[in-house]
Structure formats: C-alpha cells, structure tokens
C-alpha cells in the first residue's frame, strides 16, 4: 500500500474527503518526524514505538571494486511493532 491508497482507504473508512484525510495524514506524519527529529520517541499504544538509534563509524567494502571505504556515524529510525499490532499480524 503507498500514501494514496492509505488516503484512499482512510478516506473511505472515516467518510471524510480524500483531500482532508490526505492533510490530517501528514500532519500526523509531519508530527512524528518533527518529534524524531529532536530526540523524542513516539507510542502509538497498540500500534508501536518510533524512535532513534545511533549507528557508529565502520569500515565497509566497496562491492564491485573490493576497496575499503569509511562509512560515517549515523542516525537511525526505529521502529518496534505494539502487541496488538503483532497479535493481528500473526492471526492472519
């Protein structure tokens, strides 16, 4: 499913206009990227947890010539699946 067909389904769902649901959509996306962003995590309960990790500086292989190269620090996105989420995956 891609962003349309979520404003598609939700749209549906709620009887609200595709447009409307397409706002309150990134709004809510734009909420949870903003809070990311400066180091908060976020609890859906029963949805999951977004929240952010660090992954630190390694060596790594360049795969078509063999060659090292240095791979900079990074931040990540993490996101851990609520057990209501699990349960409903795992019942279909």
């Known amino acids: 499913m891609n962003k349309q067909e979520l404003v598609d389904a939700v749209a549906a769902r709620i009887g609200d206009s595709k447009a409307a649901t397409g ?11 903003h809070a990311l962003t400066a180091g908060a995590a976020v609890q859906l309960i029963g949805f999951g947890s977004f929240s952010t990790g660090q992954r630190a500086a390694r060596t790594g292989r360049n795969p078509s010539t063999g060659a090292e190269i240095q791979i900079a ?13 699990k349960d409903a995956v795992n019942a279909s």
């Open 73 to 85: 620090a990074a931040r990540t996105v993490k996101f851990t699946a609520g057990k209501a989420f």
């Open 23 to 33: 706002e309150a959509i990134d709004a809510v996306l734009r909420a949870i990227m």
